[in-house]
């Protein structure tokens, strides 16, 4: 791939408030989100070609999240996360409804949810660290799904034995991220299909197959697992207002490759009586090879959490980056720092914003060589996982507490 595309690729990342603006929901859009005439594929399996975000928000008919909104976070949270500030979330469906009905004291849940296809990487942190944000900023109480029947049925070679190994280790980061035990319970779909099934049955029967395939492209070859699959990812955004008694709104943060579940969702709530969920949604994190996404299908891009030192160091020696082929030439015309993924890490982990904002200018006026970012990227990456294994470590002596079991939350 040439620079240019790279270039294109990469930039829809690099959100600066000047593109901050608002779109409005469009009617026609709803169901048509994988029309060919786009040069770009997402779907909750399938990511695929250059993502435009500006697109995606249209195709969706999904809002922007406005300055204005940012300021609404501010003066209720106090703080605005970096990761929403710096526009990795940067979509949203009735996030502002949420602030509203929290200012008129009425608390909501936060849902969202990991398929265990495999180990977890620092990609996948990303929503959850923001998560966290949330359940600490607004004391929310917070419902994890995960949907290993999901990867089950999606995935060609992974035995169920291999995803119930996946399932407990992804458990394990998940507590690592620092969820409030009392106030977080994990579903794991095939050991608590009893809690969700009833609830499943009434969405399926309000959604035709033919909804279904234009929401999630499913075709004549899809096994039918997969096609049934949808309202079971459904019904943990109808579970807080049976566990509660009373309609409780429910705020969805994830990548926006998960949309199409929620619009279906969305489209059944009133008529069973229930608030539409409101969302989040984040893009997805560059991995640190020449494009695409961080991961688990090509391991030498991604940082695991299991990575041990030496791996996390040759990982990042060998990242790809937005820099010229020879430091003189670095030092002549500086490099790319939008289209370098080593940039990206270090401003979305461990970056304050002015150290991100010196380090591109630096950069691009050649006074920073590749080898300098990827020493400190190496260097944080080590520490960072070096705390999180500790912590996932002890992970392993409480993971019942966080299973759901029926029961109310402690209030
Ligand atoms: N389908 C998601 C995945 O493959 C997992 C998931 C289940 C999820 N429920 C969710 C993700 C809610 C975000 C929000 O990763």
Known sequence: MNGRRLFKRLRGLFVS?????????????????????????????EVEGEI?????????????????????????????????RLGYFFSHRDFDW???RYRSNESFYLYTGRGPSGMVHMGHLMPWIFTKYLQDKFNSNLLFQFTDDEKFLHSQILSRQEIRLYTYENILDVI???????????????QHIKYLYPIATEIAKRITFSTASAVFGFSNSTNIGMIGFP???????????????????????????QDPYWRMTRDVAERMGYPKPAQIHSKFIPGLGISGKMSSSKPETALFTTDEPEVVEKK????????????????????N??????????????????????????????????????ADLAKESKIFLKEFKERREHAKNVVADFMYDGKEYEK
């Open 17 to 45: 408030y000047a593109h901050i603006m608002t779109s409005s929901d469009s009617e026609d859009s709803k169901y048509k989100q994988n029309s060919g005439e786009d040069e770009f594929k997402v779907t909750p399996w």
């Open 52 to 84: 435009d975000y500006d697109k995606l928000i249209k195709r969706f008919g999904t809002q922007r999240i406005t300055k204005e909104l940012l300021n609404e976070v501010r003066s209720i949270a106090g703080k605005i996360h970096p990761l929403l």
């Open 98 to 100: 949420i602030l509203d």
């Open 176 to 190: 690592a991220i620092g969820f409030k035990p009392q106030k977080t319970r994990f579903i794991v779909d095939t």
């Open 231 to 257: 309202p079971i990812q459904a019904s943990p955004c109808f579970l807080p207002s049976i566990i509660e008694g009373k309609q409780t709104p429910v705020l969805i943060p994830a990548a926006i490759d």
């Open 316 to 335: 990042v020696a060998t990242a790809f980056t937005g820099g010229q082929a020879t430091v003189q030439l670095q030092r002549l015309l500086g490099g």
């Open 337 to 374: 720092p939008i289209a370098c993924p080593v940039f990206w890490y270090l401003r979305y982990f461990f970056d304050s914003e002015r150290d991100s904002y010196d380090r591109l200018l630096k950069c691009k006026s050649g006074n920073l060589l590749c080898g300098e970012c990827k």
